[in-house]
């Protein structure tokens, strides 16, 4: 049974900095790992995909990497702002014809100004 | 492109009443699939429905139904509402083919009572 942990989860960092999430999967059987990012009440945005033959994803100040065999992903956030405040949160796709995506509990985040 | 819409946003029901709860996916996109979130377990998978059948179930009581129409938008249902139904009910729709990338709506926050 697929299970996916994400650490920390909670972090508290000041405005600039860069920091990196991390999310772990028991089953490297995946067909893709998907970032999302959820702000207090509201559904979820789609930040980054990975399929599961590349490597890393890139959008703006964010990057996204995954290595399969180990089991892990990882979500580094560069110069960061307040507005990047929320919950991050990572879900993989396993393979076959499910379309079912099995979440992490998610990285509460708080940059201060 | 408009994304995924959710009705209505916000509902509160007593015990033992049912609830009926609304998805439209995003144009073109023909896969909805359906998640709780609450805050002890998560955002957890519900089912998928793809060209009008259900593709795949999550772990979740008879209680729990849905169906699509034609032009793909879902319904999902739960009858015999208990107290700990109350969640966040998110709706997420993908082509199901290429990436798979799902995109989802701002949810309906069920409040049972």
């Known amino acids: 049974k697929q299970e996916v942990t994400q650490i920390p989860a909670a972090l508290s960092v000041p405005e600039g900095e860069n920091l990196v999430l991390n999310c772990s999967f028991t089953?490297?059987?995946?067909?893709?790992l998907q970032w999302f990012r959820q702000d207090p009440g509201k559904g979820l945005t789609s930040l980054l995909l990975i399929q599961s033959s590349q490597r890393e994803q890139t959008s703006g100040r964010l990057n996204a990497s995954l290595d399969k065999s180990s089991g892990r992903s990882t979500l580094y956030i560069a110069a960061s702002q307040p507005g990047d405040s929320a919950t991050y949160l990572c879900?993989?796709?396993?393979?076959?014809?499910?379309?079912?995506?099995?979440f992490g509990t998610g990285t509460l985040l708080a940059v201060q100004p | 492109k408009a994304g995924v819409t959710q009705t209505p946003r916000y509902l509160i029901k007593t015990r033992g009443q049912q609830v009926t709860l609304s998805c439209s996916p995003i144009s073109g996109h023909r896969s909805v699939s359906w998640y709780q979130q609450t805050p002890g377990q998560g955002l957890q998978f519900l089912f998928e429905?793809?060209?009008?059948?259900?593709?795949n179930k999550g772990n979740f009581p008879g209680r729990f139904s849905g169906r699509q129409f034609s032009n793909s938008r879902s319904e999902m249902n739960v009858s015999t509402l208990e107290l700990g139904d109350s969640a966040l009910y998110l709706c997420?729709?993908?082509?199901?083919?290429?990436?798979?990338?799902?995109?989802f709506g701002p949810g309906t926050r069920l409040t049972v009572t």
């Open positions: 429905y793809f060209s009008e059948t259900q593709r």
């Open positions: 089953d490297s059987a995946i067909y893709n």
């Open positions: 997420a729709s993908s082509l199901r083919q290429d990436t798979y990338e799902q995109y």
């Open positions: 879900a993989v796709r396993g393979g076959g014809a499910t379309n079912k995506l099995i």
